[in-house]
Nanobody, 114 residues
């Protein structure tokens, strides 16, 4: 069955960096558009970034442009989210999703606080 497992969340100070990973299995990863979403307490889940099957077609939320970078390694069935210059408002649960499907990971918590 389809599985998406996120890792890499944690506590980081404002201005710091953190890298998330999402390992996929049970589907053809190399033919799937992948994405990261996040949900902050009391807010709706929002798209953070997405990446096409060949690593192109990058799409970022305005709030993270220039600070976050999405990438993928099809040989490892893994999609990444590098987050730099983190701000307290980036605090959220971050989810991996096969874009345009109902397949989601369980999420990893990112907390930005001093």
């Amino acid at each position: 069955q389809v599985q998406l497992v996120e890792s890499g969340g944690g506590l980081v100070q404002p201005g710091g960096s953190l890298g998330l990973s999402c390992a996929g299995s049970g589907f053809t990863f190399s033919r799937s558009t992948m994405s990261w979403y996040r949900q902050a307490p009391g807010k709706e889940r929002e798209l953070v970034a997405s990446i096409g099957i060949d690593g192109g077609s990058l799409n970022y939320a305005y709030s993270v442009k220039g600070r976050f970078t999405i990438s993928r390694d099809n040989a490892k069935n893994t999609v990444y989210l590098q987050m730099n210059n983190l701000k307290p408002e980036d605090t959220a649960m971050y989810y991996c999703r096969i874009r345009y499907t109902d397949y989601w990971g369980k999420g990893t918590l990112v907390t930005v606080s001093s």
